[in-house]
Nanobody, 124 residues
Framework: VQLQASGGGLVQAGGSLRLSCAAS?????????MGWFRQAPGKEREFVAT????????YYADAVKGRFTISRDNAKNTVYLQMISLKPEDTAVYYC?????????????????WGQGTLVTVSS
């Protein structure tokens, strides 16, 4: 499975962005739990959000709860991360990942396939 993350960019604090993660045409992620992770400069990668294979279950890191929303469109083989009320501390490279399982997970070890990352920069 190849994943392509997009939608990152430069935004002012309080602004919004929507990230997309599309799987390659020859594969499907409709049976996979999906997740978003991020890595800020000089920090370890951290969990952001996850969604189960049908989208019925979602889970968020405390730092983004209430501001970020993960969703998916299995017909389009795509997962989204809607981000609002962005803060400078949200600045990071954001990675999407496809899990080894159908449910969502906050553990990076449960993800088999990773996208290349998209940079989000939030200015103060």
């Amino acid at each position: 499975v190849q994943l392509q993350a997009s939608g990152g960019g430069l935004v002012q604090a309080g602004g919004s962005l929507r990230l997309s993660c599309a799987a390659s045409r020859r594969t499907t992620i409709s049976n996979n739990g999906m997740g978003w992770f991020r890595q800020a400069p000089g920090k370890e990668r951290e969990f952001v959000a996850t969604i189960s294979w049908k989208g019925q279950d979602t889970y968020y890191a405390d730092a983004v709860k209430g501001r970020f929303t993960i969703s998916r469109d299995n017909a389009k083989n795509t997962v989204y991360l809607q981000m609002i009320s962005l803060k400078p501390e949200d600045t990071a490279v954001y990675y999407c990942a496809a899990g080894r399982m159908a449910y969502g997970s906050s553990e990076s070890a449960n993800y088999r396939y990773w996208g290349q990352g998209t940079l989000v920069t939030v200015s103060s």
